[in-house]
């Protein structure tokens, strides 16, 4: 009967031990959320949409960029074949 009484002691020590750390979890996870919504609302409207604009150019500019380069590599490449097989030039679809 004692064993009992000390197994079930134990298995409330526990759960009281299990409440308060999902107790303190949550208050730490509320106050980092606090935080975030602070840090969020400091930064002023103005701020945030020039952010973006830079970083919607930066995405344009990486897009226009690579279209170059792969511009570039075509032009080179229609010239080492014209170079190596003296290809006539028409408007065919071989020449393109």
Known sequence: MLHFQIA???????RARFEIERKLRDAKRREQRVK???????VSASERSLDRRKTVEKKALGKKMSALEDLKARRERKQG????????????????
């Open 36 to 42: 975030q919504k602070i840090q969020l609302r400091s």
């Open 81 to 96: 074949a014209s170079t190596l097989y003296k290809v006539h030039l028409c408007y065919c679809s071989y020449c393109r």
């Open 8 to 14: 079930s002691e134990k298995l409330l020590t526990t």
